[in-house]
């Protein structure tokens, strides 16, 4: 469990670690390898989001999954992938949030993810929260905890620092 005062100091304002849907790259699972390749050179990420007509979150699609479907395709070269879709690519998505304020959670994930997406309760895409923004928010955390708490370590823990 989170302690309550630093969550409390981290979701200051949740939204200054959301990333808006409306600027975050993405494609749809009608758009060609090629142009999903395009799209992910260009913006440097290694994955984006994958979303239907509607906005919903449909899967992910990164270089990696490009190359390893590639791979499969008899006399895989560059040029085939203006014939096969990101749907034939694409990942699933296995961990999402909907709320960002669960910070426990988002935590948990951004361990093992460089980013979280953030959906609604109809998983209409509203951004993502990424492990680089909440790391500024840490950051933030660690150099103005004493400005907001008196902060004094336990006799216990003092102790065994110094062992």
């Not at 990942?91 to 959670?105: A, H």
């Not at 997406?117 to 209409?124: A, E, N, S």
């Not at 004493?146 to 062992?163: C, I, L, R």
């Amino acid at each position: 469990m989170i302690d309550p005062a630093v969550e409390q100091m981290l979701l200051k304002d949740p939204k200054s670690y959301v990333i808006s849907a409306d600027v975050v790259a993405n494609v749809t699972a009608t758009n060609t390898l090629e142009h999903a390749f395009m799209v992910l050179s260009k913006v440097g990420y290694s994955r984006i989001p994958v979303l239907t007509p509607d906005d919903r979150l449909q899967g992910m699609i990164s270089l990696a999954a490009i190359s390893e479907y590639l791979l499969h395709v008899p006399g895989a070269a560059v040029e085939q992938l203006s014939r096969y879709t990101v749907a034939d690519a694409m990942l699933p998505v296995n961990r999402w949030v909907s709320d960002p304020t669960k910070l426990e959670t988002i935590l948990n994930y951004l361990v093992d993810e460089p980013f979280i997406p953030l959906v609604d309760d109809d998983k209409v895409f509203q951004g993502i929260i990424t492990r680089r923004e909440l790391l500024k928010r840490i950051n933030f955390l660690a150099h103005n905890l004493h400005k907001y708490y008196d902060v004094t370590a336990k006799e216990k823990v003092a102790d065994q620092a110094d062992k």
